[in-house]
Protein backbone atom coordinates (compact mmCIF):
# COMPACT_ATOMS: atom_id res chain seq x y z
CA UNK A 1 0.00 0.00 0.00
CA UNK A 2 1.22 3.59 -0.71
CA UNK A 3 2.99 5.24 2.06
CA UNK A 4 4.67 8.10 3.25
CA UNK A 5 4.57 11.68 1.63
CA UNK A 6 6.35 13.44 -0.75
CA UNK A 7 7.12 17.15 0.17
CA UNK A 8 7.90 19.41 -2.71
CA UNK A 9 9.56 22.65 -2.64
CA UNK A 10 11.25 25.01 -4.52
CA UNK A 11 14.39 26.35 -3.50
CA UNK A 12 17.31 29.47 -4.73
CA UNK A 13 20.78 28.66 -4.00
CA UNK A 14 20.19 26.33 -0.85
CA UNK A 15 17.42 28.11 0.79
CA UNK A 16 13.93 27.69 1.13
CA UNK A 17 11.29 29.09 2.45
CA UNK A 18 9.55 28.93 5.28
CA UNK A 19 6.32 27.43 3.84
CA UNK A 20 9.13 24.29 3.29
CA UNK A 21 9.47 23.26 6.85
CA UNK A 22 5.66 24.41 7.65
CA UNK A 23 4.99 21.28 5.09
CA UNK A 24 7.18 19.08 6.82
CA UNK A 25 5.71 19.97 10.09
CA UNK A 26 2.37 18.88 9.05
CA UNK A 27 3.89 15.67 7.25
CA UNK A 28 5.61 14.32 10.18
CA UNK A 29 1.85 14.40 11.80
CA UNK A 30 0.17 12.68 9.04
CA UNK A 31 2.38 10.19 8.40
CA UNK A 32 2.92 6.57 9.65
CA UNK A 33 5.56 6.37 6.71
CA UNK A 34 8.32 8.13 5.77
CA UNK A 35 8.84 11.90 4.68
CA UNK A 36 10.94 12.80 1.78
CA UNK A 37 11.83 16.31 0.66
CA UNK A 38 12.12 17.04 -3.03
CA UNK A 39 13.77 20.17 -4.13
CA UNK A 40 15.13 21.65 -8.01
CA UNK A 41 18.17 23.55 -9.09
CA UNK A 42 21.53 24.42 -8.69
CA UNK A 43 22.21 24.98 -5.01
CA UNK A 44 19.27 21.77 -3.89
CA UNK A 45 21.89 19.64 -2.20
CA UNK A 46 22.84 22.19 0.07
CA UNK A 47 18.56 22.49 1.71
CA UNK A 48 19.39 19.01 2.93
CA UNK A 49 20.44 19.83 6.42
CA UNK A 50 16.94 22.17 6.89
CA UNK A 51 15.19 19.65 5.20
CA UNK A 52 16.09 17.25 7.88
CA UNK A 53 16.60 19.38 10.80
CA UNK A 54 12.79 20.20 10.42
CA UNK A 55 11.56 16.93 9.65
CA UNK A 56 12.55 15.07 6.10
CA UNK A 57 13.64 11.72 6.88
CA UNK A 58 14.90 12.01 3.06
CA UNK A 59 15.85 14.56 0.40
CA UNK A 60 15.97 14.49 -3.40
CA UNK A 61 17.78 17.27 -5.17
CA UNK A 62 17.39 17.35 -8.70
CA UNK A 63 20.69 19.64 -9.21
CA UNK A 64 21.15 18.43 -12.66
CA UNK A 65 21.70 20.19 -15.44
CA UNK A 66 18.05 19.54 -16.76
CA UNK A 67 16.66 21.73 -13.58
CA UNK A 68 18.45 24.82 -14.05
CA UNK A 69 15.42 26.66 -15.47
CA UNK A 70 12.18 26.34 -14.18
CA UNK A 71 9.86 24.29 -16.47
CA UNK A 72 6.09 23.18 -15.70
CA UNK A 73 5.66 20.29 -17.86
CA UNK A 74 9.13 19.24 -17.10
CA UNK A 75 9.32 19.74 -13.55
CA UNK A 76 6.00 18.20 -13.10
CA UNK A 77 7.38 14.57 -15.25
CA UNK A 78 10.09 14.71 -12.39
CA UNK A 79 7.49 15.11 -9.74
CA UNK A 80 5.20 12.90 -10.83
CA UNK A 81 7.48 9.88 -11.67
CA UNK A 82 8.99 10.33 -8.10
CA UNK A 83 6.04 9.78 -6.21
CA UNK A 84 5.45 6.84 -8.32
CA UNK A 85 8.70 5.25 -7.45
CA UNK A 86 8.39 5.97 -4.10
CA UNK A 87 4.96 5.05 -4.12
CA UNK A 88 3.64 7.98 -1.55
CA UNK A 89 -0.13 8.52 -0.08
CA UNK A 90 0.25 12.10 -0.46
CA UNK A 91 2.08 14.49 -2.44
CA UNK A 92 2.46 18.26 -0.35
CA UNK A 93 2.89 22.13 -2.28
CA UNK A 94 3.87 25.19 -1.13
CA UNK A 95 0.42 27.52 -2.44
CA UNK A 96 2.77 29.80 -3.33
CA UNK A 97 3.30 31.29 -7.34
CA UNK A 98 5.70 28.22 -8.29
CA UNK A 99 3.59 25.59 -6.43
CA UNK A 100 0.43 26.40 -7.39
CA UNK A 101 1.15 26.13 -11.06
CA UNK A 102 3.05 23.27 -10.57
CA UNK A 103 0.63 21.13 -8.33
CA UNK A 104 -2.16 20.39 -10.64
CA UNK A 105 0.06 19.57 -13.47
CA UNK A 106 0.96 16.86 -11.31
CA UNK A 107 -2.31 16.12 -10.44
CA UNK A 108 -3.37 16.04 -13.91
CA UNK A 109 -0.12 13.77 -14.38
CA UNK A 110 -1.06 11.26 -11.61
CA UNK A 111 -4.80 11.13 -11.67
CA UNK A 112 -5.27 12.42 -8.58
CA UNK A 113 -7.29 15.13 -6.54
CA UNK A 114 -6.11 18.16 -5.44
CA UNK A 115 -6.93 20.24 -2.77
CA UNK A 116 -5.41 24.11 -3.20
CA UNK A 117 -4.26 26.07 -0.42
CA UNK A 118 -4.95 24.62 2.63
CA UNK A 119 -5.13 25.99 5.85
CA UNK A 120 -5.31 21.96 7.90
CA UNK A 121 -4.43 18.66 6.96
CA UNK A 122 -5.42 16.14 8.72
CA UNK A 123 -5.89 12.38 9.23
CA UNK A 124 -9.43 11.15 9.05
CA UNK A 125 -10.91 8.04 10.81
CA UNK A 126 -11.32 6.05 8.07
CA UNK A 127 -7.28 6.48 7.79
CA UNK A 128 -7.40 8.86 4.34
CA UNK A 129 -6.22 12.60 4.87
CA UNK A 130 -8.54 15.45 4.86
CA UNK A 131 -8.01 19.13 4.75
CA UNK A 132 -9.99 22.62 5.55
CA UNK A 133 -9.45 25.20 2.52
CA UNK A 134 -10.78 28.61 2.15
CA UNK A 135 -13.64 29.02 -0.67
CA UNK A 136 -14.50 32.46 -2.05
CA UNK A 137 -11.51 34.02 -0.79
CA UNK A 138 -12.21 33.69 3.00
CA UNK A 139 -15.65 34.03 3.21
CA UNK A 140 -16.20 30.75 3.49
CA UNK A 141 -14.37 27.28 4.66
CA UNK A 142 -14.56 23.91 3.29
CA UNK A 143 -13.81 20.44 4.78
CA UNK A 144 -12.70 18.14 1.75
CA UNK A 145 -12.18 14.72 1.25
CA UNK A 146 -9.90 13.16 -1.72
CA UNK A 147 -11.04 10.03 -3.36
CA UNK A 148 -8.60 9.10 -5.76
CA UNK A 149 -5.60 6.90 -4.77
CA UNK A 150 -3.13 9.11 -4.22
CA UNK A 151 -4.11 12.73 -2.80
CA UNK A 152 -2.60 16.04 -3.44
CA UNK A 153 -2.52 19.24 -1.10
CA UNK A 154 -0.88 23.00 -1.34
CA UNK A 155 -0.74 24.03 1.74
CA UNK A 156 -1.05 28.02 2.60
CA UNK A 157 1.36 29.54 3.93
CA UNK A 158 1.90 31.23 7.06
CA UNK A 159 -0.87 29.50 9.13
CA UNK A 160 0.73 25.93 10.04
CA UNK A 161 4.05 26.16 12.78
CA UNK A 162 7.19 24.73 11.95
CA UNK A 163 8.80 22.07 14.22
CA UNK A 164 12.61 20.98 14.85
CA UNK A 165 12.81 17.40 15.01
CA UNK A 166 15.97 16.68 13.61
CA UNK A 167 15.09 13.70 11.02
CA UNK A 168 17.79 12.38 9.02
CA UNK A 169 17.18 14.19 6.53
CA UNK A 170 19.13 11.42 4.25
CA UNK A 171 20.31 12.02 0.66
CA UNK A 172 18.63 10.09 -1.80
CA UNK A 173 19.59 9.76 -4.90
CA UNK A 174 16.58 9.22 -7.90
CA UNK A 175 17.02 10.44 -11.23
CA UNK A 176 13.77 10.47 -13.35
CA UNK A 177 15.88 10.52 -16.00
CA UNK A 178 14.02 13.84 -17.90
CA UNK A 179 16.37 15.80 -20.80
CA UNK A 180 15.63 19.62 -20.83
CA UNK A 181 15.15 19.59 -24.45
CA UNK A 182 11.89 17.77 -24.05
CA UNK A 183 10.65 20.60 -21.65
CA UNK A 184 8.26 22.91 -23.33
CA UNK A 185 7.58 25.34 -21.31
CA UNK A 186 10.84 27.46 -20.01
CA UNK A 187 11.60 30.40 -17.71
CA UNK A 188 14.40 32.82 -20.05
CA UNK A 189 14.53 35.14 -17.44
CA UNK A 190 13.65 36.69 -13.71
CA UNK A 191 12.61 40.08 -13.48
CA UNK A 192 12.81 41.68 -9.44
CA UNK A 193 10.37 44.58 -9.11
CA UNK A 194 12.25 47.22 -7.76
CA UNK A 195 12.60 47.73 -3.38
CA UNK A 196 12.83 43.89 -3.08
CA UNK A 197 9.32 43.86 -1.27
CA UNK A 198 8.13 41.72 1.55
CA UNK A 199 5.82 38.87 0.15
CA UNK A 200 2.07 39.82 1.70
CA UNK A 201 1.43 35.79 1.82
CA UNK A 202 4.56 35.39 4.11
CA UNK A 203 4.10 38.40 6.23
CA UNK A 204 3.94 38.63 9.44
CA UNK A 205 2.69 41.80 9.88
CA UNK A 206 0.71 43.91 7.09
CA UNK A 207 -0.03 48.05 7.50
CA UNK A 208 -2.52 48.11 4.31
CA UNK A 209 -3.71 51.71 2.70
CA UNK A 210 -6.75 52.73 1.20
CA UNK A 211 -8.50 55.47 -0.64
CA UNK A 212 -8.50 57.22 2.50
CA UNK A 213 -5.11 57.84 2.39
CA UNK A 214 -6.21 60.22 -0.40
CA UNK A 215 -2.69 60.26 -3.13
CA UNK A 216 0.47 58.10 -4.01
CA UNK A 217 2.49 60.68 -2.21
CA UNK A 218 0.88 60.52 1.00
CA UNK A 219 1.65 56.60 1.30
CA UNK A 220 5.03 57.52 3.15
CA UNK A 221 2.92 58.12 5.84
CA UNK A 222 2.26 53.97 6.05
CA UNK A 223 5.60 53.25 4.91
CA UNK A 224 6.85 55.29 7.97
CA UNK A 225 4.62 52.79 10.57
CA UNK A 226 5.84 49.46 8.29
CA UNK A 227 9.32 50.49 9.03
CA UNK A 228 8.68 51.38 12.30
CA UNK A 229 6.37 47.56 12.88
CA UNK A 230 9.11 45.77 10.46
CA UNK A 231 6.28 45.37 8.01
CA UNK A 232 4.79 44.49 4.43
CA UNK A 233 2.56 47.21 2.29
CA UNK A 234 -0.46 46.20 1.13
CA UNK A 235 -3.14 47.90 -0.12
CA UNK A 236 -7.04 47.82 -1.50
CA UNK A 237 -7.88 47.60 -4.96
CA UNK A 238 -9.20 51.34 -6.40
CA UNK A 239 -5.60 52.35 -4.59
CA UNK A 240 -3.82 50.06 -6.93
CA UNK A 241 -6.05 50.54 -10.16
CA UNK A 242 -5.28 54.34 -9.29
CA UNK A 243 -1.36 53.52 -9.74
CA UNK A 244 -0.86 54.59 -6.46
CA UNK A 245 1.13 51.65 -5.33
CA UNK A 246 1.91 48.59 -7.44
CA UNK A 247 -0.45 46.21 -8.79
CA UNK A 248 1.27 43.57 -5.93
CA UNK A 249 -0.21 45.21 -2.94
CA UNK A 250 -3.60 44.87 -3.79
CA UNK A 251 -5.30 43.03 -1.09
CA UNK A 252 -8.95 41.27 -1.49
CA UNK A 253 -11.07 38.38 -3.60
CA UNK A 254 -9.46 39.73 -6.92
CA UNK A 255 -6.22 40.25 -5.42
CA UNK A 256 -3.78 38.58 -2.62
CA UNK A 257 -5.25 36.50 0.48
CA UNK A 258 -3.57 37.27 3.44
CA UNK A 259 -3.16 35.54 6.98
CA UNK A 260 -0.48 37.98 9.02
CA UNK A 261 -0.45 38.28 12.84
CA UNK A 262 -1.61 41.60 12.33
CA UNK A 263 -3.26 43.79 9.57
CA UNK A 264 -3.51 47.56 9.69
CA UNK A 265 -6.22 48.24 7.69
CA UNK A 266 -5.78 52.43 7.07
CA UNK A 267 -8.27 54.44 5.39
CA UNK A 268 -9.96 51.23 4.26
CA UNK A 269 -14.03 51.05 4.34
CA UNK A 270 -14.08 47.17 4.58
CA UNK A 271 -15.86 46.44 1.73
CA UNK A 272 -16.99 42.79 1.40
CA UNK A 273 -14.11 42.07 -1.28
CA UNK A 274 -11.49 43.32 0.82
CA UNK A 275 -12.64 41.23 4.22
CA UNK A 276 -12.81 38.35 2.29
CA UNK A 277 -8.80 38.73 1.86
CA UNK A 278 -8.12 39.29 5.29
CA UNK A 279 -9.97 36.81 7.51
CA UNK A 280 -7.43 34.64 7.65
CA UNK A 281 -5.42 37.35 10.12
CA UNK A 282 -4.94 36.64 13.38
CA UNK A 283 -5.52 40.21 14.57
CA UNK A 284 -7.16 43.31 12.54
CA UNK A 285 -6.58 47.02 13.69
CA UNK A 286 -8.83 49.36 11.92
CA UNK A 287 -7.67 52.76 11.54
CA UNK A 288 -11.08 55.16 10.11
CA UNK A 289 -11.75 58.57 10.21
CA UNK A 290 -15.92 57.29 10.19
CA UNK A 291 -17.20 55.22 13.31
CA UNK A 292 -19.60 53.82 10.76
CA UNK A 293 -17.40 52.12 8.47
CA UNK A 294 -17.83 48.53 8.13
CA UNK A 295 -13.84 47.77 8.97
CA UNK A 296 -14.80 48.32 12.65
CA UNK A 297 -16.93 45.19 12.50
CA UNK A 298 -14.52 43.31 11.11
CA UNK A 299 -11.31 44.44 12.93
CA UNK A 300 -10.39 43.67 17.00
CA UNK A 301 -9.19 46.59 17.29
CA UNK A 302 -10.00 50.27 15.89
CA UNK A 303 -9.20 53.88 16.46
CA UNK A 304 -11.79 56.31 14.85
CA UNK A 305 -9.62 58.90 13.63
CA UNK A 306 -8.20 60.96 11.19
CA UNK A 307 -5.31 58.61 9.25
CA UNK A 308 -2.56 61.87 9.26
CA UNK A 309 -2.33 62.08 12.58
CA UNK A 310 -2.97 58.49 13.80
CA UNK A 311 -0.43 56.87 12.01
CA UNK A 312 2.86 59.25 12.96
CA UNK A 313 2.15 59.06 16.42
CA UNK A 314 1.47 54.89 16.60
CA UNK A 315 4.98 54.96 14.60
CA UNK A 316 6.56 56.88 17.23
CA UNK A 317 4.81 54.76 19.98
CA UNK A 318 5.87 51.62 18.59
CA UNK A 319 9.27 52.46 17.71
CA UNK A 320 9.32 53.74 21.42
CA UNK A 321 8.22 50.10 22.85
CA UNK A 322 10.53 48.66 20.22
CA UNK A 323 13.73 50.52 22.34
CA UNK A 324 12.38 49.89 25.77
CA UNK A 325 12.25 46.13 24.34
CA UNK B 1 -5.65 31.60 -35.30
CA UNK B 2 -8.57 29.47 -33.41
CA UNK B 3 -8.67 30.62 -29.44
CA UNK B 4 -10.53 29.04 -27.10
CA UNK B 5 -10.99 30.83 -23.95
CA UNK B 6 -12.99 28.88 -20.43
CA UNK B 7 -15.53 30.99 -18.85
CA UNK B 8 -16.91 30.00 -15.40
CA UNK B 9 -20.16 31.35 -13.88
CA UNK B 10 -19.53 32.20 -10.26
CA UNK B 11 -21.23 34.91 -8.05
CA UNK B 12 -21.03 38.18 -7.65
CA UNK B 13 -17.69 39.24 -5.65
CA UNK B 14 -20.16 40.88 -3.34
CA UNK B 15 -22.28 38.23 -2.63
CA UNK B 16 -22.63 37.88 1.27
CA UNK B 17 -22.11 33.65 1.63
CA UNK B 18 -25.24 31.92 3.66
CA UNK B 19 -24.48 28.27 4.75
CA UNK B 20 -27.15 26.24 7.01
CA UNK B 21 -24.86 24.35 9.34
CA UNK B 22 -24.06 21.11 7.56
CA UNK B 23 -24.64 22.49 4.21
CA UNK B 24 -21.52 21.30 1.47
CA UNK B 25 -23.00 24.23 -0.71
CA UNK B 26 -23.58 27.77 -0.46
CA UNK B 27 -27.15 29.03 -0.62
CA UNK B 28 -27.88 30.78 -4.20
CA UNK B 29 -31.00 31.65 -3.52
CA UNK B 30 -31.27 35.63 -5.01
CA UNK B 31 -27.26 35.26 -5.40
CA UNK B 32 -26.57 37.53 -8.19
CA UNK B 33 -24.44 35.17 -11.26
CA UNK B 34 -21.46 37.18 -12.90
CA UNK B 35 -18.83 35.77 -15.07
CA UNK B 36 -15.76 35.12 -13.20
CA UNK B 37 -13.65 38.27 -13.01
CA UNK B 38 -10.51 36.38 -13.67
CA UNK B 39 -11.93 34.74 -17.05
CA UNK B 40 -13.31 38.55 -18.34
CA UNK B 41 -9.17 39.03 -18.12
CA UNK B 42 -8.95 35.78 -20.25
CA UNK B 43 -11.82 37.18 -23.19
CA UNK B 44 -10.11 40.21 -23.03
CA UNK B 45 -7.01 38.92 -24.35
CA UNK B 46 -8.38 36.61 -26.60
CA UNK B 47 -10.66 39.35 -28.78
CA UNK B 48 -7.29 41.49 -28.93
CA UNK B 49 -5.44 38.25 -30.14
CA UNK B 50 -8.08 37.67 -32.52
CA UNK B 51 -7.99 41.66 -33.88
CA UNK B 52 -4.12 41.34 -34.63
CA UNK B 53 -3.92 38.19 -35.53
CA UNK B 54 -7.26 37.58 -37.05
CA UNK B 55 -9.29 33.71 -36.46
CA UNK B 56 -11.95 33.07 -34.22
CA UNK B 57 -12.72 33.28 -30.68
CA UNK B 58 -14.83 30.28 -28.85
CA UNK B 59 -16.28 30.44 -25.35
CA UNK B 60 -16.88 27.50 -23.96
CA UNK B 61 -18.53 26.98 -20.90
CA UNK B 62 -19.91 24.64 -18.00
CA UNK B 63 -23.05 24.29 -15.72
CA UNK B 64 -26.44 24.87 -15.63
CA UNK B 65 -28.97 26.67 -17.76
CA UNK B 66 -28.33 30.04 -15.91
CA UNK B 67 -24.94 29.77 -16.97
CA UNK B 68 -26.19 31.03 -21.21
CA UNK B 69 -26.57 34.45 -19.35
CA UNK B 70 -22.70 34.59 -18.90
CA UNK B 71 -22.07 33.03 -21.92
CA UNK B 72 -24.47 35.50 -23.84
CA UNK B 73 -21.93 38.59 -22.42
CA UNK B 74 -19.13 36.83 -23.69
CA UNK B 75 -20.69 36.83 -26.94
CA UNK B 76 -21.70 40.56 -26.36
CA UNK B 77 -18.15 41.52 -25.46
CA UNK B 78 -17.10 40.33 -28.74
CA UNK B 79 -16.36 36.42 -28.83
CA UNK B 80 -18.02 34.51 -32.22
CA UNK B 81 -19.83 31.64 -30.77
CA UNK B 82 -19.84 29.41 -27.67
CA UNK B 83 -20.10 25.76 -26.48
CA UNK B 84 -22.26 25.24 -23.19
CA UNK B 85 -21.49 21.97 -21.29
CA UNK B 86 -25.06 21.56 -19.73
CA UNK B 87 -25.33 19.60 -16.24
CA UNK B 88 -26.94 20.22 -13.05
CA UNK B 89 -24.20 18.06 -11.49
CA UNK B 90 -21.67 19.17 -8.47
CA UNK B 91 -18.21 18.71 -10.41
CA UNK B 92 -14.70 19.15 -9.24
CA UNK B 93 -11.40 20.37 -11.08
CA UNK B 94 -11.09 17.08 -12.61
CA UNK B 95 -14.04 16.68 -14.14
CA UNK B 96 -14.74 20.37 -15.46
CA UNK B 97 -11.24 19.69 -16.58
CA UNK B 98 -11.97 16.40 -18.67
CA UNK B 99 -15.00 17.36 -19.71
CA UNK B 100 -13.79 21.30 -21.30
CA UNK B 101 -10.56 19.17 -22.78
CA UNK B 102 -13.01 17.03 -24.41
CA UNK B 103 -14.60 19.85 -25.96
CA UNK B 104 -11.07 21.71 -27.05
CA UNK B 105 -10.05 18.51 -28.55
CA UNK B 106 -13.52 18.43 -31.04
CA UNK B 107 -13.05 22.18 -31.68
CA UNK B 108 -9.61 22.08 -32.16
CA UNK B 109 -7.38 25.00 -31.10
CA UNK B 110 -4.49 26.82 -31.55
CA UNK B 111 -4.59 28.32 -27.90
CA UNK B 112 -6.61 27.99 -25.39
CA UNK B 113 -7.13 30.92 -22.03
CA UNK B 114 -9.18 31.05 -19.10
CA UNK B 115 -8.76 32.97 -15.74
CA UNK B 116 -5.94 32.32 -13.41
CA UNK B 117 -8.79 30.94 -10.85
CA UNK B 118 -12.37 31.04 -10.48
CA UNK B 119 -13.39 33.48 -7.64
CA UNK B 120 -15.83 30.80 -5.91
CA UNK B 121 -14.01 27.78 -5.09
CA UNK B 122 -10.34 29.06 -5.44
CA UNK B 123 -9.01 25.81 -6.87
CA UNK B 124 -6.77 27.46 -9.61
CA UNK B 125 -6.69 24.10 -10.92
CA UNK B 126 -8.73 24.04 -14.23
CA UNK B 127 -6.05 25.88 -16.66
CA UNK B 128 -3.15 22.90 -15.93
CA UNK B 129 -5.65 20.27 -15.97
CA UNK B 130 -6.58 20.89 -18.81
CA UNK B 131 -3.36 21.42 -20.46
CA UNK B 132 -2.45 17.96 -19.25
CA UNK B 133 -5.11 16.50 -20.37
CA UNK B 134 -4.26 17.59 -23.76
CA UNK B 135 -1.08 17.18 -23.60
CA UNK B 136 -0.26 21.23 -23.66
CA UNK B 137 2.39 23.28 -21.89
CA UNK B 138 1.30 26.17 -19.94
CA UNK B 139 1.76 29.51 -18.62
CA UNK B 140 -0.05 30.33 -15.51
CA UNK B 141 -1.10 34.03 -13.38
CA UNK B 142 0.09 35.72 -17.05
CA UNK B 143 0.38 39.37 -16.80
CA UNK B 144 1.52 40.10 -20.12
CA UNK B 145 1.35 37.72 -23.61
CA UNK B 146 2.66 38.13 -26.52
CA UNK B 147 2.04 35.46 -29.41
CA UNK B 148 3.62 35.06 -32.82
CA UNK B 149 1.35 32.79 -34.79
CA UNK B 150 3.75 32.10 -37.32
CA UNK B 151 6.12 30.93 -35.59
CA UNK B 152 4.08 29.32 -32.93
CA UNK B 153 5.69 30.87 -30.27
CA UNK B 154 4.45 32.27 -27.30
CA UNK B 155 6.60 35.04 -24.59
CA UNK B 156 4.41 35.55 -21.73
CA UNK B 157 5.22 37.07 -17.86
CA UNK B 158 3.69 35.46 -15.05
CA UNK B 159 4.11 37.14 -11.57
CA UNK B 160 5.58 35.71 -9.04
CA UNK B 161 6.47 36.62 -5.25
CA UNK B 162 7.59 40.34 -5.81
CA UNK B 163 9.09 39.09 -9.03
CA UNK B 164 7.91 38.00 -12.13
CA UNK B 165 9.50 35.59 -14.60
CA UNK B 166 9.66 35.39 -18.66
CA UNK B 167 8.15 32.28 -19.56
CA UNK B 168 8.69 30.71 -23.65
CA UNK B 169 6.19 28.14 -24.96
CA UNK B 170 5.46 27.01 -28.14
CA UNK B 171 1.97 26.63 -29.46
CA UNK B 172 -0.64 25.94 -28.99
CA UNK B 173 -0.59 26.13 -25.34
CA UNK B 174 -2.71 26.55 -21.90
CA UNK B 175 -2.54 30.48 -20.68
CA UNK B 176 -4.30 31.68 -17.43
CA UNK B 177 -5.23 35.07 -17.04
CA UNK B 178 -4.32 37.27 -13.92
CA UNK B 179 -5.54 41.08 -13.06
CA UNK B 180 -3.41 43.49 -14.80
CA UNK B 181 -3.00 41.50 -18.21
CA UNK B 182 -5.50 44.25 -19.86
CA UNK B 183 -8.88 46.13 -18.81
CA UNK B 184 -11.89 44.22 -20.19
CA UNK B 185 -14.27 46.07 -22.44
CA UNK B 186 -18.19 46.42 -21.44
CA UNK B 187 -20.38 44.98 -24.14
CA UNK B 188 -21.49 48.21 -26.44
CA UNK B 189 -25.53 48.01 -26.96
CA UNK B 190 -25.40 46.76 -30.43
CA UNK B 191 -23.06 44.17 -29.68
CA UNK B 192 -25.02 43.07 -27.10
CA UNK B 193 -28.20 42.60 -29.89
CA UNK B 194 -25.61 40.92 -32.19
CA UNK B 195 -24.62 38.01 -29.16
CA UNK B 196 -28.51 37.45 -29.38
CA UNK B 197 -28.12 35.55 -32.50
CA UNK B 198 -24.82 34.15 -32.04
CA UNK B 199 -24.66 30.59 -32.45
CA UNK B 200 -24.06 28.77 -28.64
CA UNK B 201 -24.14 25.18 -29.20
CA UNK B 202 -25.90 23.05 -26.17
CA UNK B 203 -23.71 19.25 -24.92
CA UNK B 204 -24.84 17.83 -22.10
CA UNK B 205 -22.42 16.84 -19.99
CA UNK B 206 -23.26 12.80 -20.09
CA UNK B 207 -23.06 12.79 -23.71
CA UNK B 208 -19.07 13.30 -23.62
CA UNK B 209 -18.45 9.92 -22.46
CA UNK B 210 -15.95 10.95 -19.37
CA UNK B 211 -15.62 9.60 -16.47
CA UNK B 212 -17.71 12.25 -13.63
CA UNK B 213 -16.90 11.12 -10.26
CA UNK B 214 -15.51 13.66 -8.38
CA UNK B 215 -12.15 13.03 -6.61
CA UNK B 216 -12.00 16.08 -4.42
CA UNK B 217 -15.36 16.30 -2.24
CA UNK B 218 -16.60 19.16 -0.29
CA UNK B 219 -17.90 17.42 2.59
CA UNK B 220 -19.04 20.12 4.48
CA UNK B 221 -18.88 24.27 4.63
CA UNK B 222 -18.36 26.57 7.58
CA UNK B 223 -18.47 30.54 8.29
CA UNK B 224 -15.44 31.70 9.40
CA UNK B 225 -15.20 32.12 13.69
CA UNK B 226 -16.69 35.56 14.12
CA UNK B 227 -14.20 38.21 15.80
CA UNK B 228 -14.80 39.06 19.14
CA UNK B 229 -15.99 42.63 18.87
CA UNK B 230 -14.25 45.39 18.62
CA UNK B 231 -12.13 47.30 21.04
CA UNK B 232 -12.57 51.18 19.25
CA UNK B 233 -10.55 53.74 20.69
CA UNK B 234 -11.98 57.36 20.13
CA UNK B 235 -10.35 60.77 21.16
CA UNK B 236 -6.95 62.40 21.07
CA UNK B 237 -5.18 60.62 17.94
CA UNK B 238 -2.11 61.12 19.89
CA UNK B 239 -3.84 58.98 23.10
CA UNK B 240 -5.70 56.81 20.64
CA UNK B 241 -1.95 55.83 19.38
CA UNK B 242 -0.71 55.46 22.51
CA UNK B 243 -3.22 53.00 23.88
CA UNK B 244 -3.74 51.58 20.69
CA UNK B 245 0.31 50.30 20.76
CA UNK B 246 0.43 49.67 24.40
CA UNK B 247 -2.87 47.02 23.48
CA UNK B 248 -0.92 45.66 20.81
CA UNK B 249 2.29 45.43 22.86
CA UNK B 250 0.49 44.00 26.07
CA UNK B 251 -2.86 42.83 25.48
CA UNK B 252 -2.44 40.61 22.30
CA UNK B 253 1.41 40.73 22.23
CA UNK B 254 1.97 40.66 19.07
CA UNK B 255 4.63 43.71 18.84
C1 LIG C 1 -15.68 42.41 -8.95
C2 LIG C 1 -15.09 43.25 -7.87
C3 LIG C 1 -13.98 42.77 -7.19
C4 LIG C 1 -13.38 43.53 -6.18
N1 LIG C 1 -12.28 43.03 -5.55
C5 LIG C 1 -11.69 43.77 -4.59
C6 LIG C 1 -10.54 43.29 -3.89
O1 LIG C 1 -10.04 42.19 -4.16
N2 LIG C 1 -9.97 44.07 -2.95
C7 LIG C 1 -10.49 45.31 -2.62
O2 LIG C 1 -9.92 45.95 -1.73
N3 LIG C 1 -11.57 45.78 -3.24
C8 LIG C 1 -12.17 45.05 -4.23
N4 LIG C 1 -13.25 45.57 -4.88
C9 LIG C 1 -13.67 46.97 -4.58
C10 LIG C 1 -14.49 47.08 -3.32
O3 LIG C 1 -15.84 46.84 -3.63
C11 LIG C 1 -14.36 48.50 -2.73
O4 LIG C 1 -14.75 49.44 -3.70
C12 LIG C 1 -12.95 48.84 -2.26
O5 LIG C 1 -12.43 47.82 -1.45
C13 LIG C 1 -12.96 50.12 -1.49
O6 LIG C 1 -11.62 50.53 -1.27
P1 LIG C 1 -11.23 51.50 -0.08
O7 LIG C 1 -11.69 50.91 1.20
O8 LIG C 1 -9.80 51.82 -0.21
O9 LIG C 1 -12.03 52.83 -0.45
P2 LIG C 1 -13.34 53.48 0.16
O10 LIG C 1 -14.45 52.50 0.22
O11 LIG C 1 -13.54 54.73 -0.57
O12 LIG C 1 -12.94 53.77 1.66
C14 LIG C 1 -12.05 54.78 2.04
C15 LIG C 1 -12.11 54.87 3.56
O13 LIG C 1 -11.15 55.80 3.99
C16 LIG C 1 -11.71 56.50 5.10
N5 LIG C 1 -10.98 57.78 5.22
C17 LIG C 1 -11.03 58.83 4.39
N6 LIG C 1 -10.21 59.80 4.82
C18 LIG C 1 -9.62 59.36 5.95
C19 LIG C 1 -8.69 59.92 6.87
N7 LIG C 1 -8.15 61.12 6.69
N8 LIG C 1 -8.33 59.18 7.93
C20 LIG C 1 -8.86 57.92 8.14
N9 LIG C 1 -9.74 57.36 7.29
C21 LIG C 1 -10.12 58.06 6.21
C22 LIG C 1 -13.16 56.64 4.77
O14 LIG C 1 -13.93 56.83 5.96
C23 LIG C 1 -13.47 55.31 4.09
O15 LIG C 1 -13.95 54.34 5.02
C24 LIG C 1 -13.90 44.81 -5.84
C25 LIG C 1 -15.04 45.27 -6.51
C26 LIG C 1 -15.63 44.52 -7.50
C27 LIG C 1 -16.87 45.05 -8.16
Known sequence: ?325 | MKILVLVKQVPDTATKIRLNPGDAAIQTDGIKWVINPYDEFAIEECLRLKEKHGGEVVVVSMGPARVEEAIRQALAMGADRAVHIVTDAVVDSQVAARALARVCQDEGYDLVVTGKQAVDDDQAQVGPLVAVELGLPQVTVVLKLEVDPDAHQIRAERELEGASEVVELSMPAVVTAQRGLNEPRYPTLPNIMKAKKKEVKSVPLESLGIDTDPWVVVEELTLPPERPAAKILTGEPEEAARELARLLHEEAKVI
Open chain 1, 1 to 325: MAEGILVVTNQEEGRVRRVAYEMLAVAQELAPGKVTALTFGPGAEHTREGLGRYGADQVVAFNGSAYTRYSSDGFAEAVAKTAESLDVEALLFPANAWGKDLAPRVAGLLKAGLASDCTEIYRRDDGRLGAVRPVYAGKAFARVAIQSPRQVFSLRPNIQAVKETGRAGAALDMDPGLDAASFKAVVTEVLTSPGGQLELTEADIIVSGGRGVKAAENFKVLEDLADALGAAMGSSRPVADEGWVPHSYHIGQTGKVVSPTVYFAVGISGAIQHLAGISGSKYIVAINSDADAPIFKAANYGVVGDLFKVVPALAEEIRAIKKDA
